[in-house]
């Protein structure tokens, strides 16, 4: 007996843009997972993926951040494995997300750059 698996393409909700900073952390982030070799890489895209998905349809909003001046200008937070993504979403309904680090840094120094 074959199974077969029928996939369909649920409805996007809304716009994910991710900055050219957070893509430059993106790029960064795999290069230094790449020590640990390719399915580390890998295991982090499709985690990092996943969660944009999820932003995409809807499907969850991650926590406002716990530091003041972020949490007031509307920021949340993702887990993507040890990392965090940092968003929020504009009045149109679009996510934007600003920043991806190691939950380890101190985002507060970002405060000055997405002010």
Not at 91 to 97: G, H
Request: aromatic residues 10%; charged residues 20%; proline residues 2%.
């Amino acid at each position: 007996m074959k199974l077969c698996l029928i996939y369909t393409k649920s409805q996007t909700v809304r716009s994910v843009i991710v900055s050219e900073t957070a893509r430059a952390e993106l790029r960064l982030i795999a290069e230094y997972l790449s020590v640990f070799g390719r399915n580390t890489v890998m295991s982090f895209v499709r985690e990092f993926d996943n969660k944009i998905k999820m932003l995409e349809e809807g499907v969850v909003e991650f926590p406002i951040v716990r530091h003041p001046e972020l949490a007031g200008a509307g920021y949340h937070v993702a887990l993507v494995k040890n990392y965090l993504m940092l968003y929020r979403v504009n009045d149109m309904n679009v996510v934007q997300v600003a920043h991806v680090f190691h939950q380890s840094q101190d985002y507060a120094v970002l405060v000055e750059e997405l002010n």
